[in-house]
């Protein structure tokens, strides 16, 4: 079965620094994949979609990376500010939607 | 534009009793998935629908899980009778389009959930 991983412990950063988040996944190939962010008691909200043919996507402060060799997505977060802290998610697109376990982070001010 | 709407937003119940969720999604979106967070985990998909239509729901215990989406808008889902691992937050989304998978339009609107805890 699809086994996807991310950050196993809460991720925590100071202002101002890049947030590196990874997503890890196994014994399928996605089509694509997309990242959101999850607050709690709220549900999630897209941030981005990449493609497999896709190396990089960047939108303002967010950039992903699909590495398909690797089976592997980074999400990186520059110039972190407090209100990035939140719950990230991946969630890989095959012929269903499968979601990652979420990386917590904390950005300290 | 309103978003994904869902009610009740927690519910309480006992262990063998029953509950329904009520979904109201996006205005014009064909595409309308129920998932169920557990605690500490990332959302599973439970059953997804293209208008009325089922697309998947190889994830749902149909033993004692349904849902139905009968005019291709509003959608209920409804447990019974309910275990206590069924405690969870039920996550309604919804999309335009099925067939829009991978592009650059293909984004689900969660709503905001209900919380069920089963005692």
């Known amino acids: 079965s699809q086994k996807i991983e991310q950050n196993s412990e809460a991720l925590n950063i100071q202002e101002g620094k890049t947030a590196t988040l990874t997503c890890n996944y196994t014994?399928?190939?996605?089509?694509?994949l997309q990242w959101y962010r999850q607050d709690p008691g709220r549900g999630p909200v897209f941030l981005l979609l990449?493609?497999?043919?896709?190396k990089e996507k960047r939108k303002e402060r967010l950039k992903v990376t699909f590495d398909t060799t690797l089976k592997q997505s980074l999400f990186h977060i520059t110039a972190s500010q407090p209100a990035d802290s939140a719950t990230y998610l991946c969630?890989?697109?095959?012929?269903?939607?499968?979601f990652g376990t979420g990386t917590s982070l904390t950005v300290i001010p | 534009e309103a978003g994904v709407a869902q009610s009740p937003r927690y519910k309480i119940i006992e262990k063998r009793q029953s509950v329904a969720f009520w979904c109201n999604p996006i205005s014009g979106h064909a595409t309308l998935y129920w998932y169920q967070q557990i605690l500490g985990q990332g959302p599973k998909l439970l059953i997804q629908f293209q208008n009325n239509g089922v697309v998947d729901d190889s994830q749902l215990p149909k033993d004692r899980f349904s849902a139905e989406r009968l005019k291709g808008v509003d959608s209920t889902l409804k447990i019974q009778p309910a275990k206590l691992e069924d405690s969870a937050v039920y996550l309604c989304?919804?999309?335009?389009?099925?067939?829009?998978?991978?592009?650059?339009?293909?984004?689900?609107?969660f709503g905001p959930g209900t919380r069920l805890t089963v005692l």
């Open positions: 990449i493609r497999e043919n896709e």
């Open positions: 014994n399928y190939s996605p089509a694509y």
């Open positions: 989304a919804s999309s335009l389009d099925v067939r829009l998978a991978g592009s650059s339009t293909d984004t689900q609107y």
């Open positions: 969630a890989l697109g095959l012929n269903q939607f499968y």
